[in-house]
T-cell receptor, first 117, second 114 residues
């Protein structure tokens, strides 16, 4: 079974600064996907960024980027130029493929990020 | 498109009562999922349906049943609610074919069992 660990329960950052959220995972799979989801106080789960394990290049989406270290099984999220709207819970998640249909997500425990003005 | 919708948004049950959480998606997705989120924790998979007519257990299926009514709808039933089932329940959907497809989540149902 896969496990996903987020070792930072809470973090804070000043507006406009950069912050990095950590995530490690354990799996025996070779092909998989990794995700970061954001959950603001509204509770809605919002996809932030996705990384395919077979791609060496780190994914980037505007101010969000990842540092994917496959051998170390590490997948950190960097948020640049932090904005007040980035305040949320952030969940790292692992996806393997279930047979030929459907995909199971395993989530970490989350990191609560507060962006301070 | 409404995406993934869930009803109700909030519910309070007494121990032993039953209820059904409803979920519907309008994105023509094949796969649907039910998760629960306990306070301060990540989401855990209860059941999933890879395609219409199939359902399978996830990580925490005990105390729940599901029905994939048609391609759009996937319901979760608690036959005899227990305080340990107090949680926020999320429904999600995704494309079935290929790996790595994003799961789209509903707004969640906050359930309290007293």
């Amino acid at each position: 079974a896969q496990t996903v660990t987020q070792s930072q329960p809470e973090m804070s950052v000043q507006e406009a600064e950069t912050v990095t959220l950590s995530c490690t995972y354990d799996t025996s799979e070779n092909n998989y996907y990794l995700f970061w989801y954001k959950q603001p106080p509204s509770r809605q789960m919002i996809l932030v960024i996705r990384q395919e394990a077979y791609k060496q290049q780190n994914a980037t989406e505007n101010r969000f980027s990842v540092n994917f270290q496959k051998a170390a099984k590490s997948f950190s999220l960097k948020i640049s130029d932090s904005q007040l709207g980035d305040t949320a819970m952030y969940f790292c998640a692992f996806m393997k493929q279930i047979r030929d249909a459907g995909n199971m997500l395993t989530f970490g425990g989350g990191t609560r990020l507060m962006v301070k003005p | 498109n409404a995406g993934v919708t869930q009803t109700p948004k909030f519910q309070v049950l007494k121990t032993g009562q039953s209820m059904t959480l409803q979920c519907a998606q309008d994105m023509n997705h094949n796969s649907m999922y039910w998760y629960r989120q306990d306070p301060g924790m990540g989401l855990r998979l209860i059941y999933y349906s890879a395609s219409e007519g199939t359902t399978d257990k996830g990580e925490v299926p005990n105390g729940y049943n599901v029905s994939r009514l048609n391609k759009r709808e996937f319901s979760l039933r608690l036959e005899s609610a227990a305080p340990s089932q107090t949680s926020v329940y999320f429904c999600a959907s995704s494309e079935a074919r290929g790996a790595g497809y994003e799961q789209y989540f509903g707004p969640g149902t906050r359930l309290t069992v007293t």
